[in-house]
């Protein structure tokens, strides 16, 4: 099958580098406009370069739409009419079925997957145009299966997922406290360590253990504790409210990139 990516950026290396550590089957044809990209991805992962955008949609069996949200109307007007049935993804944040749709008359599903699929362990929501067919929902599926977990879910939850689900929370979160623990007088190494450790072990505890995360924070946290003081402290200072505020902001601007899109 030819997957064809049309953007060579973040997200596009990070899918290759878990397709290939998959070993895909599939063809991995990328489309971009910077020469200097498709020159990095082929030596890297061993893509097919198509600098061509018409003769790149003409290849596809499943067309990835990986690029800005702010591009997306640009590139599918660009694309102009498709001659025949084609099954496009997009990748982009905030932009509905209805407008990708409108913008490109073929089957669309939509994905969100994480940069974590590098490693293969990355978690990838999808959701489908309501006339997809069932052999294309499993494509899809069986294809980000390859890197992680795959969830569908409706539509009307894509932006409260893709605010959620970021990998950007637990690089913030293990700055932020690797940094406190600096201050506190630990070395920068270690202070790495033991907040890797605060967050991402005890998560895999969690997604791999028996226990409720309420069970999981009554053992971490005793009453009167070290943890429990630190904890109440940060939620005193204004963590949780700051957490709320940020997803916020995030549905904001994914909504944003519905109304930019609607307008193009």
Partial sequence: MNIVFLGGGRITSAMLAGLRLSKTKHRLI???????????????????AEPNLRKA????????????????????????????????????????????????????ARAMPSPVCRIGRGLTAVTF????????RSNIRAFFAAFGPVIEIPENQFDAFTVTYSCSHGYHALEALADAAR???????TALLASAHALADSIVAW????????????????PGGIAATTAAAMD????RRAVRKGVAAGLRRARENARVSARQ
């Fill in 30 to 48: 990328v489309h971009d406009r910077n020469p200097g990209k498709l020159r990095d991805l082929t030596k890297q992962y061993a893509i097919i």
């Fill in 207 to 222: 997604r791999e253990g028996n226990q409720s995360l309420e069970s999981l924070l009554d053992e971490a946290a005793t």
């Fill in 57 to 108: 949609v003409v290849r596809a069996d499943v067309l990835i739409v990986a690029v800005r949200p702010a591009s997306v109307a640009e590139i599918l007007k660009t694309i102009g009419k498709v001659d025949r049935a084609l099954l496009a993804v997009s990748l982009a944040a905030g932009i509905p079925l209805r407008i990708l749709t409108r913008a490109l008359p073929v089957r669309w």
């Fill in 183 to 189: 201050k506190a007088g630990l070395d920068r190494k």
């Fill in 236 to 239: 005193a200072a204004g963590y």
């Fill in 129 to 136: 145009a309501r006339a997809l067919p069932r052999r294309d």
